[in-house]
């Protein structure tokens, strides 16, 4: 994480910060109607959950088995593309913009610790009239995802966490760690050179990121309000020892981790894995923070195995060979 600030640091002095200043200074950001113009599908929907207006997106058959997808910080519903084209015939595939991002745009609320967007999936579930679901979260959305597992229980059938957020990292415990100005530059101008930076710390392999991608990931940050939001989210982000509320967490739960992940290390992971009563940790050669992005294919094997052995009662054979631990 610190080698990730250190790289936006160079990048957003060096690489046209002062004329993406100018812009954000000028506009504020990019008009919503001008991104939603662009980016809404036929898939998308607003809706007023407790307060917001959300883009929701559902896809696959009605009468399905629901599960929901939460992606991480700074990044929109669309890191899930990947993983709904291949579910979404067989489940009801749920995904949002978090509060402060993408197309929902920042919170009236201003509803951004971990434990108000944790509480937050519970309001999403209540606005689509669904008791129960199979949840699944990457970085941010995965610690959202986890401590709502720990807190409601009744509600999650299974649990899948690609590089969940939980133990300490960067300073941050207890209290928020302080933000080092590059990083408040950077999420206010959002320069095209810093989102491909970033991307880069990401990605394990960076020759797998695309400029669709980076085109789509520069443009949600860029939504106007979105910028001061993700400094108030950071504001606001803390984590605390999570041992006992992980131990709580009783649901099935798949951890998929990989490898090369700088911003949280696979041994994060494997402390999770020793904590839950219930959890299986799937890790990938090569991979960086968002395997299910890297790795589409391998990961959403895995979760379609684990899927079928803990909601459908029956493990299919996989082609892939992750490292199972």
Do not use: C
């Not at 084209?85 to 949002?96: K, M």
């Not at 986890?146 to 690609?162: D, H």
């Not at 009783?250 to 999770?272: F, Y």
């Amino acid at each position: 994480m610190k080698r990730f600030l250190s790289v936006l640091a160079t990048l957003v002095v060096v690489t046209g910060v002062a004329g993406s200043f100018l812009f954000w200074q000028a506009t504020r950001g990019v008009a919503a109607d001008d991104l939603e113009a662009t980016y809404l599908t036929v898939d998308d929907r607003f809706l007023e959950i407790a307060g917001a207006r959300v883009r929701v997106r559902i896809t696959g058959p009605s009468s399905a088995p629901p599960i929901l997808l939460v992606h991480g910080f700074s990044y929109s519903l669309e890191s899930w593309d990947a993983w709904a084209a291949d579910l979404e015939t067989d489940y009801r595939v749920i995904r949002y913009d978090l509060l402060g991002h993408g197309l929902t745009g920042p919170d009236p609320k201003e509803r951004y610790a971990p434990q108000e967007r944790a509480a937050f999936i519970g309001n999403v579930l209540d606005a689509l009239e669904i008791e129960k679901a199979v949840i699944a979260g990457n970085s941010l959305g995965g610690l959202a995802a986890w401590r709502f597992a720990s807190s409601n229980p009744e509600r999650v059938k299974a649990l899948i966490l690609v590089s969940p957020g939980a133990f300490s990292i960067n300073g941050v415990g207890d209290e928020p760690a302080p933000i080092p100005p590059a990083m408040t530059a950077y999420l206010l101008t959002v320069p095209e050179a810093g989102v491909r930076a970033s991307a880069q710390l990401v990605w394990g392999d960076d020759g797998k990121i695309t400029e669709e991608r980076l085109d789509v990931m520069q443009a949600m940050m860029q939504r106007e309000g979105n910028g001061d939001a993700m400094i108030a989210s950071l504001e606001e982000f803390t984590l605390p020892d999570p041992s006992a509320d992980l131990a709580k967490v009783r649901t099935p739960t798949l951890l998929l981790w990989g490898e090369k992940d700088i911003l949280i290390p696979l041994a994060h992971g494997e402390r999770i894995a020793s904590i839950m009563p219930d959890a299986t940790l799937v890790t990938y050669p090569g991979v960086g923070h968002a395997a299910h992005e890297e790795a589409p294919r391998a990961t959403v094997s895995d979760a379609r195995e684990f899927l079928a052995r803990h909601i459908d009662g029956h493990a299919p054979q996989s082609d892939e060979n992750p490292s199972v631990q």
